[in-house]
């Protein structure tokens, strides 16, 4: 079949132009891609050429992997440098580098079999067209490619003029934001359609200890195709050293991580063909040794040892390293960069990265690593070797890639213009982990209006869950909380739960976001300019009295429009947390009075995918999940208490209480003495809960309200206990109006 069609190609391709080069007749192409007939492809999909170089490049090329004195090797382009230009309808030229390729297929077996006999690898398919070149254009009509080849002082011009047409397609485009001024600039949007962006997102990042072995493929394919189901558009990608990182192990020579960038490839190709965006980021790891488990770490680095660097400083500053630094990144963008899909590139938690650099004096008790540095000294190199990075990427690469940075402690520094990682990107990305009410909820708020007010760009909160994920075998009451509660907070989109792997994928949790994404389609946040608040009642019983505890029983998040005649929120009854359901769930409350290692609730014998969970056995051998069950802990969770926490969730008694909350700043209602117009809305509450019909309001709690003098609207609040703590709602504008002209 694809001797076909790469007749079909040459042929095509001679038909138009006389394109390929004759001193050069052994050199031949085929195209890859199914995104459009011969001679077309479909706007910003991906066209993909394969190419088989001329014999007195090939052989050289073939004699570098046998370690032959003559060889070229083609992941140096100081040695071998393939470019192929492609000039669009307008003039416009980009040049895109080709990229080195190998053929894998995955072999999985394991029916019938003992596990330490299962069979979970990549095995070589052939090819002899090895390099590909990866575009997609962004312009309708007819584009011409060139092809050239440089090695050493000459150049070979292998395929000149040849024409293909772009056509109109269903892809939105890129992730854009804007510089407006406004609150719009809190929300992305897609470069084609000009339709606002609101991401519906986990992470599926967690490369762990395992490669991307054919099981650890499936199954983050299996994750995203769940996080799709559930409505999911977004999410994040780990570039992982023990992943598909091209230069680990070996620095300057990319063979050995082939199979695990076919595995990456099927995860890119799964986004591109269901409209997900994400961002692919490298880790802290590279230049850390925080554990012992992680076999990415810096005493394995392979600048290190092949340079035989003596600090990490020399990793950010010598410039044979730099050089072959900005040759993976040429490759991986190369490989990866041309999808208008991969939304950021991004280090994360960029504290950790320099704190191999910090004296002991500057560090904490986590990092004894003996640098010299202050961290103002530090974090400034650091900013440096990024800034030096994103300019190569732009400028070098000529690629659309947004950047996004972000810390794992207290960003303090940033927000006394001490940091400037956040300068660097396009977008501030948060982490926040805890287990306390005030961490997950109130905390969180205040960090993405902090850095909103700061930066004035789009925030996200890019990590979040709690340290300890046994909790997630017991219940998924905070991821629930925790999606619907940053949804409403003025960040553009749900907050990332970091734990998919082991907990979202593994107890189907995902079915949570469904309700969440039909919710709030068709809502324009962009346009509309919404802006966040937060309410919750008895703000002044904050001693942790158990007045405070009985009486704090509802939060409430919204967002609330410019014009004042629109606002989508959450609110829930605030009893309803994970610390308080040890009388009504087993698994938890074996959690929170537990102090020993032996008391395992989340161990299996078998996970849902029927693997083994012995890792002392059978370590990566076919570990199709992260190791997350072989170091995170299991004890210690009776000693996350709060203001909030009580044993057993608080319900509401809403036949006394008749429980209200507020949305303030809608339009105010003047009340003069003879005259009866007022301001008035309507609010329908919706389930949150998966398996109801989410997208029909709740009749039973519709109300018509008119607002105070100062603009607040108070709703009563729905029911809300053990079967449904929470609700959703809309809230329009019906008019400045008499009583019975909106309550006839």
């Known amino acids: 079949m694809r001797f076909v069609v790469f007749l079909l190609s040459v042929v095509f391709a001679n038909t138009i132009t006389n394109v390929v080069a004759q001193e050069y007749p052994d050199f031949s192409f085929y195209r890859v891609d199914k995104n459009g007939e011969t001679g077309q492809i479909e706007k910003y999909k991906r066209l993909e050429y394969a190419f088989k170089l001329p014999s007195v490049l090939t052989t050289r090329v073939e004699n570098y992997f046998i370690g032959a004195k003559s060889g070229i090797n083609p992941f140096d382009p100081e040695e071998l440098d393939f470019r192929v230009h492609f000039t669009s309808p ?16 995955p072999v999985l077996r394991t029916a019938g079999l003992d596990p330490s006999k299962y069979v979970n690898e990549f095995r070589a398919d052939t090819t002899n067209f090895p390099w590909r070149v990866r575009f997609a254009p962004n312009l309708e009509g007819t584009w011409k490619m060139d092809v050239e080849v440089i090695q050493g002082d000459k150049t070979y011009q292998l395929l000149s003029g040849m024409e293909f047409v772009c056509i109109k397609s269903d892809h939105k485009g890129y992730l854009m934001i804007s510089s407006t ?43 995203l195709k ?138 904490g008790a986590d990092f004894k690593d003996g640098g010299t540095m202050s961290e103002e000294e530090a974090a400034s190199m650091l900013i440096k070797w990024i800034a030096d990075q994103q300019q190569f990427i732009d400028s070098a690469l000529n690629k659309h890639t947004l950047f996004v940075h972000s810390h794992a402690t207290p960003y303090d520094r940033e927000l006394k213009g001490k940091g400037g990682f956040f300068e660097l990107s396009d977008v501030v990305a948060l982490h926040s982990y805890g287990e306390t009410k005030d961490i997950n909820y109130k905390k969180r708020y205040d960090q993405v209006e902090k850095f909103w007010e700061k930066y004035h760009k789009p925030v996200m909160m890019e990590e979040m869950g709690p340290s300890k994920i046994a909790m997630y075998c017991c219940s998924g009451i905070e991821y629930h909380n925790s999606i619907w509660s940053t949804a409403m907070m003025g960040d553009f989109g749900t907050g990332m739960d970091w734990w998919w792997d082991g907990g979202i994928h593994d107890f189907g949790y995902y079915k949570d976001l469904k309700p969440l994404a039909q919710f709030i389609e068709g809502v324009d946040l962009r346009s509309g300019q919404f802006q966040p608040q937060k309410w919750e009642n008895n703000e002044l019983a904050v001693d942790g009295s158990e007045f405070a505890r009985k009486n704090r029983l509802i939060e409430n998040f919204a967002l609330v429009n410019e014009s004042k005649d629109q606002v989508v929120g ?22 929170i009075t537990s102090t020993t290692a032996e008391s395992k609730p989340c161990y299996f014998a078998v996970d849902k995918d029927g693997f083994p969970y012995d890792f002392n056995e059978y370590a990566c051998i076919p570990r199709v999940y992260n190791d997350v069950y ?93 079967v449904h703590p929470d609700y959703s709602y809309k809230i329009v504008y019906l008019g400045y109006k008499k009583e019975e002209e909106v309550k006839p």
């Open 226 to 363: 769940e996080l799709i189901a559930a409505g999911g558009n977004f999410t994040r990608f780990e570039l992982a050293g023990q992943a598909a990182l091209p230069d680990w192990p070996i620095h300057d020579n990319y063979i050995g991580k082939m199979d695990e960038m076919v595995g990456f490839d099927r995860m890119l190709e799964e986004c591109e063909k269901n409209g997900v965006y994400f961002t692919l980021f490298r880790h802290h790891v590279e230049v850390s040794d925080l554990n012992e488990w992680d076999p990415i770490k810096w005493s394995t680095n392979p600048y290190r040892i092949a340079f035989d660097l003596k600090s990490v400083e020399e990793y950010f500053t010598n410039e044979e390293v730099l050089k072959w630094q900005r040759n993976n990144l040429r490759y991986l963008f190369a490989r990866w960069g041309y999808s208008p899909n991969m939304a950021f590139y991004s280090y994360s938690e960029v504290d950790r990265w320099y704190s191999k650099l910090m004296a002991d004096s500057e560090d």
């Open 181 to 223: 001024g406004t609150d719009q600039d809190r929300w992305m949007y897609y470069s084609e359609t000009k339709e606002p962006f609101f991401a519906v997102t986990n992470n599926i990042s967690s490369a762990g200890a395992c490669t991307y072995l054919p099981s650890q493929v499936n199954r983050h394919v299996q994750g």
């Open 570 to 591: 959450w609110v829930h009854n605030a009893s309803y947390y994970w610390r308080n359901l040890g009388q009504t769930n087993e698994c938890m409350n074996h959690l």
């Open 630 to 722: 072989h170091h995170e802990a299991v004890t210690g969770f009776e000693g996350f208490t709060d203001n909030y926490s009580k044993e057993g969730a608080q319900a509401i008694n809403y036949e006394t209480d008749a429980l209200s909350f507020e949305i303030s700043g809608l339009k105010k209602s003047t009340m003069k003495l003879f005259k009866s117009n007022r301001h008035w809305y309507k609010i329908e509450f919706y389930s949150t809960v998966a398996n109801e019909n989410t997208q029909v309001p709740v009749s039973t709690f519709t109300q018509i309200l008119m607002t105070s003098s100062s603009g607040k609207l108070s709703p009563i609040a729905p029911t809300m206990d053990g």
């Open 90 to 105: 307008t003039g416009e030229k980009t040049t895109c580098y080709g990229f080195y390729y190998q053929a894998f297929k």
